[in-house]
């Protein structure tokens, strides 16, 4: 038909890990490698994917293929074990316990899964993942430092008296505030840094690969940025500080649950000791 809109083919995530869920890609003339390795052109989380499980290329007569490479536990098709199949639009291929949509869209189609997907991911006011988002992350990179012998810092910031901002000056100016603190944060973060809005006035960031001491170095370098920052809200003029709190794996904790409890102490001791400054937890020798 003339009007008829083009559609064209993609895979979904309608089933996986919270932060691969509602992840896309559209297919195209290159085959599409699934898999947790990075060389993945539709790389998930789910520990139960192989690092190269399963493969989608296009076929000779224009249909697409998906083919199993050697995985673990299986690729499965509309809940059939498969080697090789020819995929048609609403095909759910499992791959570990992820379920990957193969279907067609148009462009507002398209429009539309990528604003719910923003929606369900990122914090709507600054633009950063949102917080169970971010603490998905945290468990996949700790997962990955622990079993790679590697380090992992994690980073807590806080916005000092920020209550005021809000009382003094309103809640929409606040918002304002907050958007510019993350955008300092994103561009003074490496690409590989993770950073997330934890909740209310407070950030957080993961550095994969980075010691307590590069950690140390970043945090300062957003703490000055902020400091000499006067963030133009309507009529006002607005100045703050942060402050920030800093543990890391595995040189504070062989645990997760304790990286956060000791970057929020920390925190906790640069309030209390002045604000618009950066603690590092240390472990008391002994203990």
């Keep these: 038909m003339e009007n ?18 509602g992840k896309e890609l559209q297919v195209g003339k290159k ?4 898999g947790r ?8 989380t789910d520990r139960m994917i192989s690092r190269r499980h399963c493969i989608i290329k296009p076929t000779r007569d224009e249909y697409y293929e998906v083919e199993d490479v050697g995985s673990s536990n299986g690729t499965y ?5 498969i080697s090789k199949k020819i995929l048609v639009s609403g095909d759910k ?7 990957v949509k193969f279907h067609y869209k148009d462009e507002y ?4 899964f990528e604003k719910l997907y923003k929606m369900a991911v990122y914090d709507g006011a600054t633009g950063l993942l949102n917080k169970v988002f971010l603490l998905d992350e945290l468990k996949i990179q700790f997962e990955v430092a622990r079993r790679q012998n590697s380090v992992l810092s994690f980073i807590m910031m806080d916005i000092d008296d920020f209550k005021r901002v809000n009382d003094r000056y309103g809640h929409p100016i606040g918002d304002i505030v907050l958007k510019e603190i993350a955008k300092i944060i994103l561009v003074q973060k490496r690409t590989q840094d993770i950073a997330g809005r934890y909740g209310g006035e407070e950030f957080s960031i993961i550095l994969p690969g980075t010691d307590i001491k590069g950690a140390s170095n970043l945090a300062e370098r957003i703490r000055k940025e902020v400091e000499k920052k006067e963030v133009k809200a309507f009529f006002e003029t607005v ?3 942060i402050s920030a709190g800093i543990s890391s794996y595995p040189l504070t904790t062989s645990s997760i649950d304790e990286l956060i409890e000791q970057a929020d102490d920390a925190l906790y001791e640069a309030k209390k000791s002045g604000k618009n400054k950066i603690i590092t937890y240390m472990p008391i020798v002994g203990k």
Aim: proline fraction near 4%; hydrophobic fraction near 40%.
């Design 31 to 34: 085959p599409v490698l699934i």
């Design 93 to 99: 291929i499992r791959v570990g316990e992820t379920i």
């Design 4 to 21: 008829e809109e083009k559609k064209y083919p993609f895979l979904t995530v309608i089933w996986g890990t919270n932060f691969d869920f």
């Design 239 to 241: 100045k703050v500080t």
């Design 77 to 81: 098709v509309n809940e059939e074990r």
């Design 37 to 44: 390795s990075k060389e993945a052109s539709f790389r998930l």
């Design 109 to 112: 189609d398209t429009m539309f």
